[in-house]
């Protein structure tokens, strides 16, 4: 079975601009969730989406949005990027996102010129 | 507030050797999870082990092992005969229980296995 995919793997933006980076969960999980991993740190928890419903947010600006699809994949969209918005955007997916091991992708690196 | 600390950050031995990684966590809740994760260089995080905060029974799974103690609130992950393989960055990470999968992570410890 294919594990958590995302899209793209890179990518390069200025500042100001708008980027929105893509999930695909493994099938069969229903809840996602979006993490930044800036160089050097731990992830830092972003959004959980379950049933196309926000479940959590984290200590993010309001240019951070999410939305979960009906067939469970999810987008994160960041508007007006800033330079310290360059990090490793990973995405995790679970069944139910309520506590069993999450499971996560390759990560998108975004870098921000 | 979750806070996860990993006191550690770089170690570094040679191959067969065993090594305990350390991780404390602050918690409110009464019931969490505790987690550890590998980061090798391609970035994808691996999920390794995890353990409910009821059950503080030790085990052992393969080279993999881990002490639960929660009257110091620390969760030490040992690798048994190390290998070059074992290289990477491992993360521990407190999940908070109710409406939402919520994980803290701690800053990550850099183990480089020698051969």
């Known amino acids: 079975d294919a594990g958590v995919t995302q899209s793209p793997t890179h990518l390069i933006k200025t500042r100001g601009q708008h980027v929105t980076l893509r999930c695909s969960p493994i099938?069969?999980?229903?809840?996602v969730s979006w993490y930044q991993q800036v160089l050097g740190q731990g992830p830092q928890f972003i959004f959980q989406?379950?049933?196309?419903?926000?479940?959590g947010r984290g200590n993010f600006p309001d240019r951070f949005s999410a939305r979960q699809f009906p067939n469970y994949s999810s987008e994160l969209n960041v508007n007006a990027l800033l330079l310290g918005d360059s990090a490793l955007y990973l995405c995790?997916?679970?069944?139910?996102?309520?506590?069993?091991?999450?499971?996560f992708g390759d990560g998108t690196r975004l870098s921000i010129l | 507030a979750q806070k996860v600390t990993q006191a550690q950050t770089e170690i570094s031995v040679v191959e067969k050797e065993d090594v305990t990684l350390d991780c404390v966590y602050e918690?409110?809740?009464?019931?969490?999870?505790l987690f550890w994760y590998k980061q090798p260089p391609s970035g994808e995080l691996v999920f390794l082990i995890r353990?409910?905060?009821?059950?503080?029974q030790n085990e052992i799974s393969g080279r993999y092992s881990w002490n639960f103690q929660k009257s110091t609130s620390s969760f030490n992950f040992t690798i048994t005969a190390s290998q070059v393989v074992d290289s990477a960055v491992y993360f521990c990470?407190?999940?908070?229980?109710?409406?939402?999968?919520?994980?803290?992570f701690g800053k990550g410890i850099t183990l480089s296995v020698r051969p």
């Open positions: 995790a997916s679970s069944w139910l996102g309520l506590g069993e091991p999450q499971h």
């Open positions: 099938s069969g999980h229903k809840s």
């Open positions: 989406y379950y049933e196309k419903e926000e479940r």
């Open positions: 918690t409110r809740d009464t019931t969490y999870y």
């Open positions: 353990r409910n905060s009821f059950d503080e």
């Open positions: 990470a407190l999940g908070e229980t109710g409406a939402n999968s919520k994980l803290t």
